[in-house]
């Protein structure tokens, strides 16, 4: 695996080392002594997939507040997804920052969420699915949601989504 840094600090931009033969390819996309040789965590509780028909499809931003904050490594497992990591801890020197990684199933390509950041991705190609480690359990009271198109982040998006919750559509402006 190679680690790629990304516009916010501690996220990361993961390129695998596939191990192609003619059966097919290998490739590893999780170690946790690679993990924690690189300061990350690696310890994970929980994995979720989302499965999302329709290209334009946008879930999110979403995080949890302490004390269950969640890491996340996400990756695509079918078809294409633009995925943001957006940095909302005010400590750090990105605060406020976003990156945009294109998940390419095809490429096997994943990015690192780390906690204190909000996660959300727009689908871009039909029959998109998602597959993602969370190093904290889910906690309803403890879910929070910042709106896509919020001016305070100014998050370059492909387009448009075509797709969203209501409760994504309609999260309230950022307060920092
Ligand atoms: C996240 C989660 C949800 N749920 C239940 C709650 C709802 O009844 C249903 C759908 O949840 P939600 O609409 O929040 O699903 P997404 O909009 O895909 O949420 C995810 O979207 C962005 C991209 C994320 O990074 C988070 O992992 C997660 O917030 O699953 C659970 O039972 N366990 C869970 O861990």
């Known amino acids: 695996m190679r680690f790629f840094e990304t516009a916010v600090a501690g996220a990361y931009h993961i390129e695998p ?7 097919g390819v290998f490739a590893r996309t999780f170690c946790a002594e ?3 040789e690189k300061g990350l965590v690696e310890r994970f509780v929980q994995t979720n997939t989302s499965f ?7 879930r999110g931003l979403h995080w949890q507040d302490p004390p269950k904050g969640e890491t996340k490594l996400v990756r695509a497992t079918r078809g294409r997804l633009f995925d943001v990591v957006l940095d909302l ?6 605060y406020l920052a976003h990156a945009g990684v294109e998940l390419d199933a095809d490429r096997r390509n994943a ?3 780390p906690v204190g950041c909000a996660h959300g991705f727009l689908t871009l190609s039909d029959d998109t699915e998602a597959f993602y480690l969370v190093s904290e359990s889910y906690s309803p009271d ?3 949601a910042a709106r896509w198109d919020d001016r305070a982040f ?3 998006w492909p387009f448009a989504p075509t797709v ?6 309609t999260a309230e402006d950022f307060t920092p």
């Open 17 to 23: 080392d596939p191990f192609v033969d003619e059966r």
């Open 34 to 36: 690679t993990f924690a």
């Open 52 to 58: 999302n028909p329709r290209k334009g499809t946008l």
């Open 89 to 94: 801890r005010p400590e750090s020197p990105t």
């Open 111 to 113: 990015l690192y969420v």
């Open 142 to 144: 403890h879910a929070r």
């Open 154 to 156: 100014a998050i370059a």
């Open 164 to 169: 969203i919750s209501p409760r994504d559509a």
